[in-house]
């Protein structure tokens, strides 16, 4: 049975130049988990908002064409009329609560829907357990993590049983095991149940084992295809490094996950048994002599690089830091020194405390205990306008950065606040994503978009200390290799840098150390191979594909191999 029909479904927004997605034609049957795979701002987003009806009912522009879902078509009823069938998430779940506390946001999809208090009840139980949810059911929402907010949007869509799931980004925010536990719960449904999941997601290392089939969207006009998974991957231009390492194996067909790639490159084991992992460059010593800046690149700019404030040499070093917040002791004896030019993941569990050593470390936060210095100054009795000059924080949510009407306007003001030549901050939304235009409003972007945009913003005051909340929040691997590239620059410059992160395969590629972080402490921190290997839940696809051996990446593959020929 066919639960969702596109027949040649176009949508055009006014303003833009282009359909944003055209000459969709195809069927989804029921019961299927169909993963939409595509380049950022290729319109993702669009296709899967025709089928709850955002598009075109909230969003605006033209829909051409019909999506129909178990019958009913999208443009004749409104999201409201389709809610007992279609359940969504979007790519930012603070949009969708109503209400205060966890609980409560479980139940109000059913109250809506006129559902009974004893089944309300029953699924609200249901709901927690499966996303591990019961020890937060009294709490704020305000109060969660990203990755915790997220869960909650998804449960809530979860508990009135809808028969379509429509989920944009869904494991974007999540740690590795948390990821894990909602594609497993997706899964479930899906055999179970019968549901029907039509998923966006960037990190395809994370969801492609799951998909019955994939929807490549490659460029944007070109008609989407839908298919079997492993055909689609090997010509797909996003891919995940399990795909990659097939690709540069050579095998055929290409494994979608660790197991698979594991039983087939015995002989690339073989042939890398005798080499050593090419070593990404030492992080500098903590006394923080400066590295020699990559020629060019603020030529590029328009700028000469400017000397660094003499107190930047110290980074950030934090002592015996402990932070409140309200009833949740958020960190606690935790310890921390950051050197110039060294880059370090913060990584662990939804709510461990990492965007709050974050927002300790740019001062929106003080501390309840112990110290915290940025280049030699407490941040949180440091003034706004001197503070910018030392640290830079690009928040989880980056339209918090964003406030003007156009890409141009709030390029324009990142470069008058930094005291830049015209022209720097646009620049680097070019280089992080081509093809975004000046008049194009910041609501308009993707969140892979936006996120460019912010980050392009608080990098063109060049802070010698740059605080990253997942920053590849929305990228797809393209951007992301663009970001990597960026900020290896700043780092060899001697910027400080600290990711807090839960995609491991970022830091593996760009990390120097790994410091993990659970129930607000320090569990571990040292060079990334040493922690990622020897951690089952953030070590990266190929360390799985090749373990014992200590790779972290397919780009240090590909030069061994490229060296031994």
């Known amino acids: 049975m066919t639960m969702i029909r596109f027949e040649d479904v176009s949508v055009r927004y006014e303003g833009v130049p282009r359909a944003t997605v055209e000459h969709v034609d195809l069927a989804v049957p029921e019961g299927e988990l169909v993963l939409v795979v595509g380049p950022s701002g290729v319109g993702k987003s669009t296709l899967l908002g025709t089928v709850s009806g955002l598009v075109p009912h909230f969003t605006g522009g033209t829909l051409r064409g019909r999506v129909t879902v178990a019958g009913r078509d999208t443009r004749t009823h409104k999201p409201r009329e389709l809610a007992d069938v279609v359940g969504t998430v979007g790519q930012d779940p603070l949009a969708h609560f109503v209400t205060d506390t966890v609980e409560d946001e479980l139940a109000y999809g059913m109250e809506s829907l006129g559902i009974a208090p004893d089944v309300m009840r029953r699924r609200v139980e249901e709901t927690l357990d499966l996303l591990g949810l019961a020890e937060l059911r009294d709490r704020p929402i305000s109060t969660l993590s990203g990755g915790q907010q997220q869960r909650v949007a998804i449960g809530s869509v979860l508990t009135p049983h809808p028969r379509v799931l429509v989920l944009d980004e869904p494991t974007s925010a999540l740690d590795p095991a948390a990821a894990e536990e909602v594609l497993a719960v997706l899964q479930r449904l899906v055999h179970d149940l019968g549901t029907t999941v039509l998923m966006a997601e960037h990190r395809l290392e994370r969801v492609v084992q799951y998909a019955d089939q994939v929807l490549l969207l490659p460029s944007p006009g070109a008609a989407p295809v839908l298919g079997d998974p492993a055909e689609l991957m090997a010509v797909s231009p996003v891919y995940p490094p399990v795909v990659a390492l097939g690709r540069l194996a050579g095998l055929d067909p290409l494994p979608l996950t660790v197991r698979d790639a594991r039983r087939k490159t015995a002989g690339l084991r073989e042939r890398l048994a005798d080499v050593t992992p090419p070593e990404r460059g030492a992080a500098p010593a903590a006394s923080g002599e400066r590295a020699a800046a990559p020629a060019g690149r603020w ?147 993707s969140e892979g978009q936006r996120l460019a945009l912010a980050l392009a913003i608080v990098l063109t005051a ?104």
């Open 299 to 445: 030529w590029r700019l328009g700028r000469k690089a400017p000397d660094e404030p003499a107190d930047a040499a110290t980074g950030a070093r934090v002592e015996g830091l402990a932070v409140r917040r309200g009833r949740v002791e958020a960190l606690r004896r935790v310890d921390l020194t950051v050197a110039p030019g060294e880059t370090i993941a913060l990584m662990g569990r939804n709510g461990a405390g990492k965007s709050t050593l974050l927002s300790t470390l740019v001062g929106l936060l003080p501390p309840t205990a112990g110290t915290v210095r940025v280049g030699g100054a407490a941040p949180h009795r440091t003034a706004p306008r001197e503070l910018i000059r030392r640290v830079g924080l690009v928040p989880q949510e980056p339209r918090d950065l964003l406030y003007a009407d156009t890409v141009a306007a709030e390029c324009a003001a990142a470069d008058h606040d930094a005291e830049a030549p015209a022209g720097s901050c646009r620049a680097l939304v070019a280089e992080l994503l081509p093809g975004i235009a000046d008049d194009t409003h910041p609501r308009d972007l």
């Open 462 to 565: 060049r802070p010698p200390l740059l605080l990253l909340d997942e920053p590849t929040r929305g990228l797809d691997y393209a951007a992301k290799a663009r970001l990597v590239t960026i900020l290896r620059g700043l780092a060899a410059e001697g910027h400080a840098i600290v990711l807090a992160t839960h995609d491991v395969e970022l830091a593996a590629e760009l990390a120097h150390r790994v410091v993990i972080l659970a129930e607000g402490e320090v569990v571990a921190d040292g060079p990334t191979a040493e922690v990622v290997v020897s951690s089952p839940a953030f070590a990266p696809q190929v360390t799985k594909v090749l373990a014992p051996q200590r790779w972290l990446t397919v780009s240090q593959v590909r030069e061994a191999l490229e060296a031994a020929r």
